[in-house]
């Protein structure tokens, strides 16, 4: 059973950086795609990005350009590299898997880590 657990959370200043890890447990990667979701105060868990088991990326337009997913199927790890943070990017941020390789939006994900908590103010 696939088991996943972020971390890399923190508070920051708006215009900063930060990177979370999402670390895989129990099976491999490698044939999986990985998504990033969010959940900021009072709003719905959103898919942000997503990175296929070959490593096609994509993005949502409001973190296109700032944030960046990147996966180390030898580490059994994916990252999310997020710049230029802003407040609204204040949530828990989550990493999950679906049954499949291919991203196909940000639907059917069964695998989910417990989330990481991300704050941007000043």
């Known amino acids: 059973q696939l088991q996943l657990a972020e971390s890399g959370g923190a508070l920051v200043q708006p215009g900063e950086s930060l990177t979370l890890s999402c670390v895989a447990s129990g099976s491999t990667l490698d044939y999986s795609a990985v998504g990033w979701f969010r959940q900021g105060p009072g709003k719905e868990r959103e898919g942000i990005s997503c990175?296929?088991?070959?490593?096609?990326?994509n993005y949502v337009d409001s973190v296109k350009g700032r944030f960046t997913i990147s996966r180390d199927n030898a580490k059994n790890t994916v990252w999310l590299q997020m710049n230029s943070l802003k407040p609204e990017d204040t949530g828990v941020y989550y990493c999950?898997?679906?049954?499949?390789?291919?991203?196909?939006?940000?639907?059917?994900?069964?695998?989910w880590g417990q989330g990481t908590q991300v704050t941007v103010s000043s």
């Open positions: 999950a898997a679906p049954k499949r390789g291919y991203c196909s939006g940000y639907i059917g994900f069964q695998y």
């Open positions: 990175i296929s088991s070959g490593g096609t990326t």
